[in-house]
């Protein structure tokens, strides 16, 4: 591996005391992307920003509680005593023990809380997150021929501020690329042939057992019928004014009359109507598909059927959203996994 001249920190123009927040979540996230599945041993790519930014926030914090590690001896520990020190006078927001055992109580509890906490500062310093991070500093230094690689001796940067602003800018264009993607997926649906008449004809073609589609006046509206459930939903397509072309689905539930929609049928609507993708017929009807056997379909959570609260597993989450390759996506068929509300 040659130099990398792009983790030289970067200038300077504030000096920032560094805060400690909790920024495990947001590094093991950036770490995940760049370790494989088989864990520590896979070699971590130095020339990613935010890997960099995401280990120099890491450090930081490590930095930082060091600071208050050296406040454990001996006021820490010590701590239950002041009420009693300062009591002449001097305002403390803690009451004075009541009792000598009490009071011991108390030293027990902050002793053994610190003790935890030095605890935790060890295992997060050797932990497999930081061990990478540990292997490159000392590389980088052995090149560097044991000059100091951060020239001033102080942090330059908050770096768990600039991983926020990473991580979010990095999260927005992904967004806008799967957008981009999706848009020319819809493109391609409705320039193909048939447009959405010969996505209702595939669906209709798996003949999926228990599920019904019935054809409506026009290309943009059907109703799928769940025999086993015993529902049925009705799908429209929805046109923007001035627009000839469908841009969403509405999807309803259509309940005989003098019956009010059951509970049951109300939360599959719910999520029917939050799904993402509300321009994908086929990604519709696979999804009111999936709820075609909700009565044996268990949690993919908690694997039970019906839960405490006698609920069926409601909710439906694609097991993928990701655009696929032009080629596979004309019979791209979506699973989903079942969920309880609560275990979503
Ligand atoms: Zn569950």
Same mark, same amino acid.
């Given at each position: 591996m040659s130099t990398a001249p792009n983790t030289a920190i970067p200038a300077a123009n504030t000096t920032v005391i560094p805060s400690h927040p909790k920024i495990e979540e947001k590094f093991a996230s950036t770490q995940g992307t760049a370790e494989s599945s088989n864990g520590d041993a896979t070699p971590v790519n130095w020339d990613s920003e935010i890997q960099l930014v995401s280990s120099l926030a890491k450090l930081q914090e490590l930095e930082s509680k060091i600071h208050e590690l050296r406040q454990f001896i001996p006021a820490g520990v010590l701590e239950p005593l002041v009420p009693i020190s300062s009591s002449n006078g001097v305002s403390s927001s803690t009451p004075v023990a009541e009792t000598p055992p009490i009071l011991r109580n108390e030293l027990d509890h902050a002793v053994r809380d610190r003790l935890a906490r030095i605890e935790q500062f060890q295992s997060m310093w050797r932990g497999p997150e930081l061990k990478p991070v540990w292997a490159h500093a000392t590389a980088r230094m052995k090149e560097a021929n044991g000059q100091l690689i951060q020239p001033t001796g102080i942090w330059e940067r908050d770096y768990d501020?600039?991983?926020?602003?990473?991580?979010?800018?990095?999260?927005?264009?992904?967004?806008?690329?799967?957008?981009?993607?999706?848009?020319?997926?819809?493109?391609?649906?409705?320039?193909?042939?048939? *447009?959405?008449?010969?996505?209702? @004809?595939?669906?209709?073609?798996? =003949?999926?057992?228990? +599920?019904?589609?019935?054809?409506? /006046?026009?290309?943009?509206?059907?109703?799928?019928?769940?025999?086993?459930? *015993?529902?049925?939903?009705?799908? @429209?397509?929805?046109?923007?004014? =001035?627009?000839?072309? +469908?841009?969403?689905?509405?999807? /309803?539930?259509?309940?005989?009359?003098?019956?009010?929609?059951?509970?049951?049928?109300?939360?599959?609507?719910?999520?029917?109507?939050?799904?993402?993708?509300?321009?994908?017929?086929?990604?519709?009807?696979?999804?009111?598909?999936?709820?075609?056997?909700?009565?044996?379909?268990?949690?993919?959570?908690?694997?039970?059927l019906a839960n405490n609260a006698a609920q069926l597993p409601s909710i439906r989450r694609a097991q993928s959203t990701q655009p696929t390759k032009p080629e596979e996506s004309k019979d791209r068929v979506f699973t989903f996994d079942a969920f309880h509300t609560a275990c979503a």
């Open positions: 501020v600039l991983l926020a602003e990473l991580t979010s800018a990095e999260k927005a264009k992904e967004d806008e690329r799967l957008r981009e993607e999706e848009d020319a997926e819809r493109t391609k649906v409705l320039s193909s042939e048939g *447009g959405w008449a010969a996505v209702t @004809e595939r669906f209709t073609q798996r =003949g999926i057992p228990g +599920v019904r589609l019935i054809k409506g /006046s026009n290309d943009t509206s059907m109703g799928i019928a769940l025999a086993r459930a *015993g529902m049925i939903f009705i799908v @429209e397509g929805v046109k923007d004014s =001035g627009s000839a072309d +469908v841009s969403g689905w509405n999807v /309803s539930s259509k309940v005989p009359p003098g019956r009010a929609p059951g509970k049951l049928e109300e939360a599959i609507l719910d999520c029917l109507n939050s799904r993402p993708r509300k321009w994908d017929l086929s990604f519709l009807l696979d999804m009111i598909a999936s709820y075609a056997n909700i009565k044996q379909t268990p949690c993919a959570k908690c694997n039970r």
